[in-house]
């Protein structure tokens, strides 16, 4: 039997949008206080599989932090760290790589997405990106891991690589860890176009909401985003073929802490018009004092830096002892 313990994480590759809010942080934060010990990680290991500047990568780790805290990720309540830190993370994904198969990545969407045609020439790190994925959860014999529905394949691989080292050393020592995917909002999409996720990536800045909008833009950009010119039924089932009007209600729901078809009620028979102004209100009140607190974390870099030390030596003292489990097990 595992002790109930929640780990999850997010790149430090900048400028966090909505979705990285609705999809984990809002849920990092809630998790907390409900009988798991909650771990969470900037994974700068893992940003670094593409290419970062120094100076904005040092920048990017403490803004991350500072998102999370922002967000209501306590580190008091939770392990706030940040993933090179902590060795036991690169450790135990090269352990990871000799139970991994090479078919395992190169069947990972995000890897064909990321590498696209001249895959030849992405980093290795690219590629085994998911190993080190597993060795973060696993590291921590996390039960349960918050992610958005883009994770579901690499948390696969997490159990199968669990699966498979539990088989090959004939143990129980890690648990198949359950994905958390829950919510409306598992998937923010582009407010530009209903068929893609909203990311940081995108080209175009006006297709996702970033932390440190103001006012004026978040109002703006939902203003401009897409939609159709029909009136808005009384439930989300109404919008099975409107993929923006169902995001952009969606994304309301998880705003307000309500059902889709709670917040259809309201709209019912309205067009975008009533509801995108209404829309504008809620995310507005949401972010406006989350990238207040951020702008405060980050007036002061030297706290930010002890809080993820602490948090560092914390996940090290969970980390260390399995590890070396591990690699007794494996006799190393
Ligand atoms: P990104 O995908 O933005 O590059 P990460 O890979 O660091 O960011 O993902 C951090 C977390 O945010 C993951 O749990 C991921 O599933 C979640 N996430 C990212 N984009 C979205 C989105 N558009 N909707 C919901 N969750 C998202
Ligand atoms: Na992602």
């Known amino acids: 039997v595992f002790t109930p313990r929640i780990f999850s994480g997010i790149q430090p590759s900048g400028g966090l949008t909505l979705g990285n809010y609705l999809g984990a942080l809002k849920r990092f934060a809630a998790l907390q206080g409900q009988g798991a010990e909650t771990i969470y990680c900037l994974v700068d290991l ?65 890897f064909k997405d990321k590498a696209g045609k001249n895959s030849e020439n992405s980093s290795l790190g690219l590629l085994a990106y998911p190993a080190l994925m597993a060795a973060d959860i696993l590291t921590y014999q996390a039960t349960a891991v918050p992610v958005g529905e883009d994770q579901k394949q690499h948390l696969e691989l997490t159990r199968d690589i669990a699966a498979k080292f539990n088989h090959d050393y004939q143990t129980e020592h890690f648990p198949l860890t359950e994905p958390l995917i829950e919510g409306v909002a598992t998937r923010v999409m582009s407010l530009r176009d209903g068929s893609k996720k ?59 802490d309500e059902t889709p078809d709670q917040v259809l009620a309201r709209f019912e028979g309205q067009g975008f018009g009533a509801f995108k102004p209404a829309l504008a209100d809620v995310a507005v009140a949401a972010l406006e004092p989350i990238s207040r607190r951020m702008g405060e974390y980050m007036a002061d870099p030297a706290e930010i830096d002890r809080i993820l030390g602490q948090g560092a030596v914390r996940a090290d003292e969970v980390a260390t002892p399995i590890l070396e489990s591990t690699k007794e097990i494996m006799g190393l």
């Not at 999370?68 to 993933?83: E, K, Y």
């Open 198 to 256: 909203m990311s940081k990536s995108d080209p175009s800045d006006a297709s996702r909401i970033n932390l440190t909008d103001d006012a004026d833009t978040i109002a703006q950009k939902i203003r401009k985003a897409r939609t159709d010119a029909e009136p808005l039924p009384g439930s989300i089932e109404g919008l099975k073929d409107r993929p923006e009007a169902r995001n952009l209600v969606n994304i309301h729901a998880a705003l307000s």
């Open 46 to 110: 893992h940003a670094i599989t593409v290419w970062q500047d120094p100076e904005t990568l040092r920048r990017n780790i403490r803004e991350g932090a500072a998102a999370f805290m922002a967000s209501g990720v306590d580190p008091a309540q939770s392990i706030l760290f940040n993933q090179s830190q902590v060795s036991a993370h690169a450790e135990m994904a090269w352990l990871f790589n000799t139970v991994a198969r090479v078919g395992w990545m190169y069947r990972m969407t995000q």
